[in-house]
Each structure stands twice: as C-alpha cells, then as structure tokens.
Antibody, heavy 117, light 107 residues
Framework: EERMVESGGGLVQPGGSLRLSCAAS????????MHWVRQAPGKGLVWVSR????????SYADSVKGRFTISRDNAKNTLYLQMNSLRDEDTAVYYC??????????WGQGTLVTVSS | DIQMTQSPSTLSASVGDRVTITCRAS??????LAWYQQKPGKAPKLLIY???SLETGVPSRFRGSGSGTEFTLTISSLQPDDFATYYC?????????FGQGTKVEIK
C-alpha cells in the first residue's frame, strides 16, 4: 500500500525552528518530484515548495524563501522541510504530496505546526 | 507570481444540479491547471490535471475545460459526496499557486 506519513510538527515559539519529515512507503520514492503544501486553520491551500527527483532543482513560495529548506533522502525514502525563523503566520497543517502528473496527486495526512509564544 | 482567482467563493446547490466553478489566471498558464476537492479534516484529492484530464478513479461527472487564463470545473449532476471545497492550482511556473477555494454547500 502506498503511504506518506508526515511527522515533526508541534508547538514552537516565534523565531524558532522545526524540521518536518515525510516518510514514503509502498512506491518508488526516488522517481517522483515532491511538494510541501500548507493550510492555515480555516484557510485555503498554499503551495510551499517543490523538489525534483535528485534535489538538483528546488523552488519556494516567496513567503518562505530564505527561511525554509526542502530536501530529500532517496535512500531513506524521506522528504524534509527545515523551517527556520518561524512566524505566527506559518501556523498551519503541512502536507507532503507526490507529483506524478505535473500536479500533486497523492498526499499525506498532514502534520500541524503551531507557532505561538 | 501568477495569481489565481476563483469564483464564486461559495456556491449553494442541490443534489442533481449542474455546477460550474471558474478559475482565472493573472497571465497565461497554457493548460497547466489542476483542480482539487477537499473535505474537512482531509487532504486534498486531485480531480483534474492539465486543465481537462481526469485523474484515475475520479467520476466522469467532473469535467475540466479551458486554456490560457480562464478555466472551468463542471460537475454535471451534483452528488451528496460532492459537497466540499474545490481549489484550482497553476503549475505553469516554478512557483505554484492555488486559487482561494470555492465551497459547494447544500442548498
């Protein structure tokens, strides 16, 4: 069975850091582009970042550029999102998503990040 | 960045109704547009990609059309399972953007 499980969310103070992980299983992780997408409570979807198969091509939303870093370890079938200098407005459920058709078509269930003092 | 504008924000409809949601891009995105359905507390589900290609397993009552800057998602006969929020997303540029969402409510 194909699965992606996010972890690493939690409560962090403004200015703090957090690293999210997305563990993939049941499919060949290394052949897919991967994304992070977030959703603040009661709000819409916001694309955060994308990485290609070997990590050589990466893009970010302007709102996180310079603060967040996406990476992957194909040997461990895991996607990461290092989040630094966190702000209140980064509070959201963070989803990892697999890209098979140019757009994310398989999603994890999400992990909640709360930035608050 | 490319901005995506959906309309309406909320739509009230009955089972069996034909429903149309519009998504406009601030510049041409060719056909690089996807539509998602999201239910409360759940991850989004891809319905349509490349503007009009139906994702595997998605019922044929969902239809996407358009190119350039204007796109539509049509549900030909609304079913009880279709009450949800729908999002468009452009993937023409390295920076992807979603529309703000359209909530389809029971009338």
């Amino acid at each position: 069975e194909e699965r992606m499980v996010e972890s690493g969310g939690g409560l962090v103070q403004p200015g703090g850091s957090l690293r999210l992980s997305c563990a993939a299983s049941g499919f060949t992780f290394s052949i897919y582009y991967m994304h992070w997408v977030r959703q603040a409570p009661g709000k819409g979807l916001v694309w955060v970042s994308r990485i290609n198969t070997d990590g050589s091509s990466i893009s970010y939303a302007d709102s996180v550029k310079g603060r967040f870093t996406i990476s992957r370890d194909n040997a461990k079938n895991t996607l990461y999102l290092q989040m630094n200098s966190l702000r209140d407005e980064d509070t959201a459920v963070y989803y990892c998503a697999r890209d098979e058709v140019g757009a994310p078509n398989f999603w994890g269930q999400g992990t909640l990040v709360t930035v608050s003092s | 960045d490319i901005q995506m504008t959906q309309s309406p924000s909320t739509l009230s409809a009955s089972v069996g109704d034909r429903v149309t949601i519009t998504c406009r891009a601030s510049q041409s995105i060719n056909s690089w547009l996807a539509w998602y359905q999201q239910k409360p507390g759940k991850a989004p589900k891809l319905l349509i990609y490349k503007a009009s290609s139906l994702e595997t397993g998605v019922p044929s009552r969902f239809r996407g059309s358009g190119s350039g800057t204007e796109f539509t998602l049509t549900i030909s006969s609304l079913q009880p399972d279709d009450f949800a929020t729908y999002y468009c997303q452009q993937y023409n540029s390295y920076s992807r953007t979603f529309g703000q969402g359209t909530k389809v409510e029971i009338k």
